[in-house]
């Protein structure tokens, strides 16, 4: 109700904008001659954009293990911090549907002033698909009175939309970043790989033999501080030649592999009670490319 409230208070704020004497809005939005969708494709992420004159780029972004997410990159800042109202409309050359008030949106101050997250960012995709023109609604950051205004145009959008949902069915379930430091857990006096270990021993499998940029492998096994040193350094060598047996076993060079153990010289946290030493008993996985 309240998005509704506000957008008839729009409207209205529109129509006192025409009167003489006062300042219209401000429109970007690429003509529909120069109207295009742009797409950047592979395993690790899709997206696709449509580049805005004289504002920037809207642009939609699905990384490999994110939810998907859609954003304005403005050149240069436009509107005021705080709410824009989003809504969809008609094309210029139809008048089928009115518009519809879809949603506040919050405008922040940084190189990405509108961020969408991906229940808004697929209500979009699909007004698009539909033919309609989303268009973004918020007082110009340098005036009171003057009002700037976003829009996307549904020109040349189904062909790329189908390739980008192509691109969604064949990311990968990680990215680089989720899997780069990866830390397994043991229980005690075990030093086999378990069922939750090979689970993400095969995602960093998975993604390694993806990305050609993925250049080494550091495998270092520790242990929490109970029994003896020596024993501790022994139990820390087994985790981690094991999980090295693993990655060269699923078709990981064994060269890109440095394999390490510490015993417990080195805890992530004080081997104060049973939770903080069943932190200390891991083998760390981390990739560098």
Partial sequence: MAVILLYLLRCLVTALLLLPGTVTAITYMAPMSKAQWNLELSQFSCRMWQAIPVYGDAIFEYRAGEK???????????????????????????????TVA????????GNRPVVLKSSLANKLLHELNEGMSPLFSRKAWY?????VQVGLSSVNFQKAYGQYRQCLAGLLPVNFDQISRSRLQYTPGRW???????????LIVLYAKADPKVSAFYVDGHTDDLGRRL?????????????????????????????????????????KDRASRAK???????LAR
Wanted: glycine share 2%; hydrophobic share 30%; no cysteine.
């Fill in 143 to 147: 005036s009171e009175t003057d009002e």
């Fill in 280 to 286: 200390n008993r891991r083998v760390t996985v981390q």
């Fill in 68 to 98: 998907q997410r859609f954003y304005l990159s403005p050149t240069r800042r436009a509107m005021k911090q705080g709410k824009a109202l989003l809504t969809s409309n008609s094309p210029l050359w139809s008048s089928q549907r009115h």
């Fill in 231 to 271: 024993a501790n350094y022994d139990m820390s060598k087994k985790r981690a030649e094991a999980v090295t047996q693993y990655l060269v076993a699923a078709g990981i060079d064994e060269a890109k592999i440095t394999t390490r153990y510490h015993g417990e010289r080195y805890p992530i946290v004080k081997n």
């Fill in 102 to 109: 879809l949603a506040e949106v919050p405008v922040s101050t």
């Fill in 192 to 202: 086999q790989i378990d069922e939750l270990a090979r689970k993400k021993l095969d």
